[in-house]
């Protein structure tokens, strides 16, 4: 019973159970470091003879005042980009603090940790001292992100240097250049592909890919001057190309942080000595000493003397206020212009406010769009805005399914345009059944009716809606979101609803958004042993409701661009790539008006960029929005609502 009480103790808390065991493996933990940085030294140490120790004072004091300039303004601009990471970061996390403070503190964290050792724990405390208001989880969760975005930036842009300069010491550079970059890309396609991922319980969020790529640039800023602030030590800076002495800094550099030395020290020595050509070891050796006390002991002092004496640590006074807000209802007229805006309440579309304008905005993992008209006022306005917010959170902004007329003005502000898609409208009192054109659908019609489907408006079965949709999935696919209407109670409550029952029981069913301008058809759902016509016939019934209801306007919602030989590459590629034969057949039965609609983004490959994310998005919903669907509740309430 007592060995059983202490095995409990134990798992529950160890350092109470054996003290002596559990101080013993803490402090093993922290000498571990310093031994294999004893161990590398050593080494190092015993290549050294007696003649060469002997030279490396006159070599040490050889390195002229110019040379010591040189490298201190390199060292000054390594540190300068080093500070841009905390700026990320805390872009990234959202923490509120001004740039200004995150990158002064950031740097001194990563002076003091990188001399000291551990430099996720040192990065974290001093980055807990320096920033006022910022939480010790919230500093360490920092350090950590800074640490993991490094290594992120120091694999793509070692594995591209290998690439280009392969090292003549290492025959397989070429190999480990390619296995690194292929790293760095897969972490890219992961933060593009899923946004989020869930592990034991906690949520992790993946930088954006516009965050990404600046982590890339800071880090190959950094080390190139790093590199360039030891080139400048040696006695005779060109004798060892850039080309050689970059990528060998880099392994270096990565051994050393990997060992986990305070600095590096030892297994950086090793390895640069190791991949460099042959060199005098006096010149070697003293300009790695210069290099230690210029870029290790002087910013570590330096930092020692800002935590003795910090700055004042301010909220951003220049930050651009909140413009995004949950949307309700009240934000939603009826007299609004798009149907389709009453899907913002199930999406977790925001509403932007920028002057005159309020905007309907989608929240995804790489980019802010603009989604559909404004609610109200113009766009060029609205779309300002969102770049402004955009460029804070390091995303890109973009409009989406823009009519004509606010394409034109976002078009004359500079925005580049992409006809992206149709809408399908269709003039309810000037609709005539008996048209020539009309002749496939009435051929369907009458194939419903000789099978004596029915259409009802009634309120529907939701259990049987639920089986259709279940089927309509195992048949064609899993069902999309965000621009588009899942199976959603909540969301069918405010739609009209259309259901066609065959031999007595509910073989399919469309629904609407409605508001006072018009219609929009949303979800099209249908078992697939339904009679020929069915579909047509619920349109073709929700047709003439609208015409007795006086309404002038209804959409088929969208089909891709009909492209020709004059048409844009762009538009012709974007025809291929989503083209639905079956759907188009459908919807043209009906011999709707076509009218286009547009994507617009500052640039060809933010907009590019945007639509890609969007693409992603509406094909998973479940990996970029921050929910969990459900076939019943597919699109999850906001809380409290």
């Excluded at 002064?104 to 980055?127: D, E, H, P, W």
């Excluded at 009826?334 to 929240?363: K, Y």
């Excluded at 805005?385 to 078009?411: D, F, N, Q, V």
């Excluded at 508001?515 to 058809?521: A, E, I, M, R």
Aim: with cysteine; hydrophobic share 50%; aromatic share 6%.
């Amino acid at each position: 019973m007592t060995l059983q009480w202490k095995a409990d103790d134990w798992a529950r808390s160890p350092q109470a159970a054996r003290p002596s065991l559990y101080r013993t493996r803490q402090l093993c933990s922290l000498l571990l470091p310093w031994g294999g940085a004893a161990f590398c030294l050593w080494l190092l140490l015993s290549r050294i003879d007696a003649e060469t120790r002997q030279a490396m004072p006159e070599a040490f004091a050889s390195i002229s005042p110019i040379q010591w300039i040189a490298a201190l303004a390199a060292t000054g601009l390594s540190f300068w980009a080093l500070a841009r990471y905390d700026m990320v970061l805390h872009r990234h996390l959202r923490t509120g603090i001004a740039p200004s403070n995150a990158g002064r503190a950031g740097a001194a964290a990563i002076a003091l940790s990188q001399t000291l050792g551990l430099g996720t724990l040192t990065g974290g405390l001093v980055r807990w001292k320096l920033l006022k208001g910022l939480t010790p989880f919230m500093a360490g969760k920092l350090s950590l992100a800074v640490a993991l975005s490094f290594f992120f930036g120091l694999a793509g842009i070692a594995g591209l240097a290998l690439l280009l300069w392969p090292l003549p010491a290492l025959p397989s550079g070429r190999i480990l250049g390619a296995m690194l970059l292929a790293l760095c890309l897969g972490c890219a396609l992961c933060a593009a592909l899923r946004p989020r991922v869930d592990l034991f319980g906690w949520t992790f969020r993946w930088p954006s890919l516009r965050h990404l790529g600046a982590v890339l640039l800071w880090t190959g800023l950094d080390t190139l001057a790093a590199s360039v602030a030891l080139a400048c030590l040696l006695p005779e800076p060109t004798a060892f190309p850039l080309s050689h002495l970059f990528p060998a800094f880099l392994l270096a550099l990565a051994a050393g942080i990997a060992s986990g030395a305070p600095g590096g020290v030892g297994p950086f020595e090793l390895v640069l000595v190791a991949l460099l050509p042959p060199t005098p070891a006096p010149d070697l050796l003293a300009a790695l000493l210069g290099f230690r006390l210029v870029y290790y002991a002087l910013p570590a002092t330096l930092a020692i003397g800002l935590l003795l004496w910090p700055t004042p640590c301010r909220r951003p006074t220049d930050a651009i206020p909140t413009r995004l807000f949950p949307i309700d209802p009240t934000h939603i007229p009826a007299t609004r212009s798009v149907p389709e805006h009453g899907l913002c309440l199930h999406n977790r579309a925001q509403l932007l406010t920028a002057g005159p304008s309020r905007a309907a905005v989608l929240r995804l993992p790489q980019s802010l769009i603009l989604w559909l008209d404004p609610l109200h006022g113009p766009a060029p306005p609205a779309l300002e805005m969102l770049a402004e917010i955009a460029r804070t959170e390091g995303r890109i902004a973009a409009s989406y399914k823009t009519a004509p007329r606010e394409a034109t003005r976002l078009r004359r502000a500079g925005h580049v345009p992409l006809h992206i898609c149709d809408e399908l409208l269709i003039d309810p009192q000037r609709f005539d059944l008996d048209a020539p054109r009309l002749r496939q659908l009435r051929r369907k019609l009458r194939q419903a009716e000789r099978a004596g489907v029915r259409v009802t408006t009634t309120p529907p079965d939701t259990d049987a809606m639920a089986r259709i949709d279940r089927a309509w999935q195992a048949a064609q696919g899993a069902a999309r979101g965000v621009t588009m209407g899942r199976f959603c109670l909540r969301l069918l409550s405010t739609q009209k609803i259309y259901t066609a029952h065959h031999e007595g029981r509910p073989v399919a069913f469309l629904s609407w958004h409605h508001c006072n301008t018009g219609l929009c058809l949303d979800l099209m759902r249908h078992l697939p042993e339904m009679p020929q016509g069915t579909m047509h016939l619920l349109v073709a019934s929700a047709i003439a409701e609208a015409r007795a209801a006086g309404v002038t306007r209804l959409s088929l919602a969208a089909l891709p661009p009909q492209s020709g030989p004059r048409s844009a590459l762009a538009v012709r590629l974007l025809a291929r790539a989503c083209a639905n034969p079956g759907l188009t057949r459908f919807k043209q039965s009906f011999a709707p008006r076509r009218e286009p609609r547009y994507a617009l983004a500052p640039s060809h490959l933010a907009l590019l960029l945007a639509l890609a994310d969007l693409a992603l998005a509406i094909r998973a919903p479940e990996r970029s929005l921050p929910h969990q669907d459900h076939e019943h509740n597919a699109i999850a309430p906001r809380p409290g609502s």
